[in-house]
T-cell receptor, first 109, second 114 residues
Framework: LAKTTQPISMDSYEGQEVNITCSHN???????ITWYQQFPSQGPRFIIQ???TKVTNEVASLFIPADRKSSTLSLPRVSLSDTAVYYC??????????FGDGTTLTVKP | GAVVSQHPSRVICKSGTSVKIECRSL??????MFWYRQFPKQSLMLMAT?????????EQGVEKDKFLINHASLTLSTLTVTSAHPEDSSFYIC??????????FGPGTRLTVL
């Protein structure tokens, strides 16, 4: 299983763009990269998933370089409600994957 | 997005009793579901992989006789914590994998064993 490494914490201010990078050096060929958001006492919420290059949806963008050894979640114009823990998950088609420690994002007014 | 439910959302029980937690995929079928446990201020820890119609696969260090998993249909998996003790108190979260191999998580179940 690919191990992921993220910054433990990040601070930002309302309205700013936030970029959280995840390192996954031993990602396998079949592995997808998925990002989740978790609030206290809730299950993780799906944000975005990608395999390579760039993926964008209504809430975030995901940038994956050609070597796929890292990925960056980009949150445009964050608000206070985006304060949460963000996890990147790398898993194969069997779905089995290991959660890293996640990044605690704190958005300040 | 896909929706996964869990029931109950929280449960308090006495030491020695068994507790069953249900995980349902509401709008998609899931041949594979996963069970996680999360302690305060820690990450999610995978306990077991639940496959419809077959035995669950447990992670190292997880007692299969204590955490019974049943995945009898494509939309339902259950986790039974048998003879629960205070050290089993935790936040239990399930996930279901859809046809695109994306995991969607339930809201979690807070178990408190007195």
């Amino acid at each position: 299983l690919a191990k992921t490494t993220q910054p433990i914490s990040m601070d930002s201010y309302e309205g700013q763009e936030v970029n959280i990078t995840c390192s996954h050096n031993n990602i396998a060929t079949n592995d997808y990269i998925t990002w989740y958001q978790q609030f206290p006492s809730q299950g993780p919420r799906f944000i975005i998933q990608g395999y390579k290059t760039k993926v964008t949806n209504e809430v975030a963008s995901l940038f994956i370089p050609a070597d796929r050894k890292s990925s960056t979640l980009s949150l445009p114009r964050v608000s206070l409600s985006d304060t949460a823990v963000y996890y990147c998950l790398v898993g194969d088609n069997a779905g089995k994957s290991t959660f890293g420690d996640g990044t605690t994002l704190t958005v300040k007014p | 997005g896909a929706v996964v439910s869990q029931h109950p959302s929280r449960v308090i029980c006495k030491s020695g009793t068994s507790v069953k937690i249900e995980c349902r995929s509401l709008d998609f079928q899931a041949t594979t579901m996963f069970w996680y446990r999360q302690f305060p201020k820690q990450s999610l820890m995978l306990m077991a992989t639940s496959n419809e119609g077959s035995k669950a696969t447990y992670e190292q260090g997880v007692e299969k006789d204590k955490f019974l998993i049943n995945h009898a249909s494509l939309t339902l998996s259950t986790l039974t914590v048998t003879s629960a003790h205070p050290e089993d108190s935790s936040f239990y979260i399930c996930s279901a994998r859809d046809q695109f191999d994306t995991q969607y998580f339930g809201p979690g179940t807070r178990l408190t064993v007195l």
